[in-house]
């Protein structure tokens, strides 16, 4: 059993203009449909990053949430989606580095394409990796669904922000991740085998502790 999460969940806590809570950024916040529509992208970048700020000052109070929304558009304006979204991990991980090295963050950025055939995805072990890496560097990652209808919480055309993950040896292998503001969980171990879409993994490691932005 190896089961492990960002140890600071509470510092993605975000507090509404009508006083609702919120567990990272809601697509909703966008300004404009089409943003609201296609904005997972730019949110779970937006996830990242936050929480890597946050964890240096936790002292700090959140971002108010008129700045926060500020903070998504600028976040759109580099992490920008295609007419058809932001369907690939690599188009993810390329507008990622280029805010990083707009913003001056000292980051490593990875990805990996999950195919849509089941038999052809590599051992989930390689996914397993991928996500351990980034939660041990207690970072929060991406994760891409596209057209899988397997897992009912994950949503189709859809990237979502890993906080933690829960394994076995048996097979089990819980995701936990936010989703518009809540969290929830999906099954990984059932999603490669059984989903018939393709997906798709994004991590951002820091280097070193300096904080810019």
Not at 7 to 19: A, N, P, V, W
Not at 53 to 64: C, F, H, N
Not at 131 to 149: G, K, Q, S, W, Y
């Amino acid at each position: 059993m190896e089961k492990k999460q960002i140890s600071g969940l509470e510092l993605l806590k975000l507090t509404t203009d009508k006083g609702e809570t919120s567990y990272g950024a809601d697509q909703k916040w966008f300004f404009g449909p089409v943003k609201q529509r296609s904005g997972c992208g730019p949110a779970t970048a937006a996830n990242i990053f936050y929480y890597i700020d946050r964890k240096k000052e936790p002292e700090k109070p959140p971002m108010a949430f008129r700045f926060f929304r500020i903070f998504l558009e600028r976040m759109w304006g580099i992490v920008t989606p295609t007419r058809h979204g932001i369907p690939e991990a690599r188009m993810l991980a390329t507008r990622i580095k280029n805010y990083a090295s707009l913003r001056h963050y000292h980051v490593d950025v990875k990805s990996m394409e999950i195919p849509e055939n089941p038999s052809e995805r590599p051992h989930i072990s390689e996914a397993f990796r991928m996500l351990f890496e980034a939660i041990d560097n207690d970072v929060p990652a991406a994760f891409l669904n596209l057209e899988n209808t397997s897992c009912p919480d994950l949503d189709t055309w859809h990237w979502v922000t890993v906080i933690g993950i829960d394994c076995d040896n048996a097979g089990f292998a819980r995701v936990t991740f936010l989703d518009n503001g809540s969290v929830k969980y999906f099954d990984l171990a059932h999603w490669w085998t059984q989903g018939k879409g393709a997906g798709g993994i994004v991590t951002v490691i820091p280097k070193n502790d300096r904080r810019f932005w």
